[in-house]
């Protein structure tokens, strides 16, 4: 295959622009990205063929979300979807990526009520994405959480936290709403930021934090690598939904996000586009995120 060919489920396409061979990515390389200042780029896939062709585009971390839920079986929230559902799809993602031997480090969301009841059930669950495919799984919140990250990756588990607005618990929080606004919630966010971290998450997504807290809270994390959405560039690396970056919508497109299909000739394309705007750091633009 030469250098400007990306080879997919559904056949060889040309390459949006030349690309460096890469190892499969892991801790260690991500730990490495992090020291030298280079942005990490992630994105959500649901299936085989978008997964691999988000890996030729160089897109290094695969997060198959919960948002699967609302973009993919048109639920009004994540709260619906099961924990059999989130290993379907990662057995997906990861047999497209086994087909093109893909490289990207894939991130396994834990629904709702799959981690809450006890680190026992959290452990069960976790185990089932690792089994699926996962080599990380991700779950929301802070407080209560930081025990169960602890037992989890005590046992050789690689745990993504996720503060901010979490949508799991997006009743109690009021709806779709700027988390971290005042002082207290800040100074909370912050604290549960660093338990997550002594804890052992190697990932953090920041999720519709303001712009200087998420900052902030990245340069108190040096061992935790942050990944925001909707809270500026000042986080390790970014991560949207595919749906959202491709300019697809079921609702309302939030303030935040770009679309990068507009003026690009493939979905390829668009995704490269997307990580050369983030490692270069011009996406996100924080005058969009000055909450």
Not at 155 to 180: D, F, K, N, S
Request: proline share 5%; aromatic share 6%.
């Amino acid at each position: 295959m030469s250098e400007t060919t990306a080879s997919t489920p559904y056949g060889t396409l040309p390459a949006a622009s030349p690309l460096p061979q890469r190892k499969p990515v892991s801790l260690p390389r991500l730990q490495d990205m992090r020291e030298r200042g280079e942005k990490i780029t992630m994105l959500t896939a649901y299936d085989a063929t978008f997964a691999a062709v988000a890996d030729s585009a160089g897109v290094e971390c695969l997060l198959v979300g919960d948002s699967l839920g609302m973009v993919c079986q048109g639920l009004s929230s994540t709260v619906g979807v099961t924990l059999e559902t989130m290993c379907y799809h990662v057995e997906s993602v990861t047999r497209g990526l086994r087909r093109v031997q893909g490289t990207a480090w894939v991130i396994g969301d834990l629904p709702f009520g799959s981690y809450q009841e006890s680190k026992e059930q959290a452990i069960r669950s976790a185990s089932a994405l690792l089994r699926a495919g996962a080599h990380m799984i991700k779950l929301e919140g802070g407080g209560w959480t930081t025990e169960t990250v602890r037992f989890l990756v005590e046992r050789g588990i690689p745990v993504c936290a996720h503060l901010g607005l979490t949508p799991q618990t997006v009743h109690a929080l009021g709806g779709y709403r700027v988390q971290g606004r005042n002082d207290a919630d800040a100074l909370r966010l912050k604290r549960d930021a660093l338990e997550l971290q002594d804890a052992g998450a190697a990932m953090l997504v920041l999720e519709m934090v303001p712009a200087a807290l998420a900052s902030e809270v990245t340069q108190q994390l040096p061992r935790c690598h942050t990944i925001g959405i909707g809270s500026g560039n000042g986080t390790a690396g970014q991560v949207l939904v595919m749906h959202d970056m491709l300019g697809i919508h079921l609702g309302k497109t939030p303030k935040f996000v770009r679309n990068f299909m507009e003026g690009a000739p493939s979905v390829r394309e668009a995704m490269a586009a997307y990580v050369r705007a983030v490692k270069e750091g011009h996406f996100p633009d924080n005058a969009v995120h000055a909450w």
